[in-house]
């Protein structure tokens, strides 16, 4: 069974400064990985995905690496805004028997960036 | 990628009663998936739904308290029936894009049960 974690659970920071967003998984044959952000009462909005024959992504101040060998992803948020404050979600993709994929959650980590 | 319509947005119900969830695509999907949110928590899956046969459900999750229909491809509902006030949380229903698009959510139904 995947298991999912994500470092730190919460996490403020001063506006400007650049931060590092964890997340590790126990099964490494995974589909893909993506992350989301979630604003509080609402529904997840799609940040970065990563296939598994990749090892990173990038859009705009936001950069996602991928090292399946250690189980591992990193969301890198550079010069960080109030806005930026929310929850992020890692999510495992993997594959099943069915032919469909099997997403898993993270714990997720709450950023605030305080102005 | 999709666009999904999930409907309602929120609710406030009475203990007892059930409350159905639609979750619209606007293009045709295979699997459909719901998602379960508990206060404080991270998403759960429930059950994944694929057209013209019965839903799968995950571990903790059964049929007869979580009914699904999926009439066609492009149209989900999730039940939460005979609803305590441990099934409030937010439900969302999500499909998988197409390669290199990941998974897209409706905006979610945040159930309050009282």
């Known amino acids: 069974k995947q298991e999912v974690t994500q470092i730190p659970a919460a996490l403020s920071v001063p506006e400007g400064e650049n931060l590092v967003l964890n997340c590790s998984f126990t099964?490494?044959?995974?589909?893909?990985l993506q992350w989301f952000r979630q604003d509080p009462g609402k529904g997840l909005t799609s940040l970065l995905l990563?296939?598994?024959?990749?090892r990173e992504q990038t859009s705009g101040r936001l950069n996602a690496s991928l090292d399946k060998s250690s189980g591992r992803s990193t969301l890198y948020i550079a010069a960080s805004q109030p806005g930026d404050s929310a929850t992020y979600l890692c999510?495992?993709?993997?594959?099943?028997?069915?032919?469909?994929?099997?997403?898993?959650f993270g714990t997720g980590t709450k950023l605030q960036v305080i102005p | 990628s999709a666009v999904i319509s999930q409907k309602p947005s929120r609710d406030i119900c009475q203990r007892g009663t059930s409350l159905t969830i639609q979750c619209q695509v606007d293009?045709?999907?295979?699997?459909m998936f719901w998602y379960r949110q508990q206060p404080g928590q991270s998403l759960t899956l429930i059950a994944t739904?694929?057209?013209?046969?019965?839903?799968t459900y995950e571990s903790g999750f059964v049929i007869d308290k979580f009914p699904i229909s999926r009439p066609n491809l492009t149209f989900s509902t999730l039940t939460v029936s005979n609803m305590s006030p441990e099934d409030s949380s937010i439900y969302l229903c999500?499909?998988?894009?197409?390669w290199g698009y990941g998974y897209t959510f409706g905006s979610g139904t945040r159930l309050t049960v009282v």
């Open positions: 999500s499909v998988e894009g197409s």
């Open positions: 099964d490494s044959a995974i589909y893909n």
């Open positions: 990563i296939q598994s024959s990749q």
């Open positions: 999510a495992v993709a993997l594959g099943t028997s069915g032919g469909y994929q099997k997403v898993t």
């Open positions: 293009s045709q999907v295979t699997m």
């Open positions: 739904a694929n057209q013209g046969s019965e839903a």
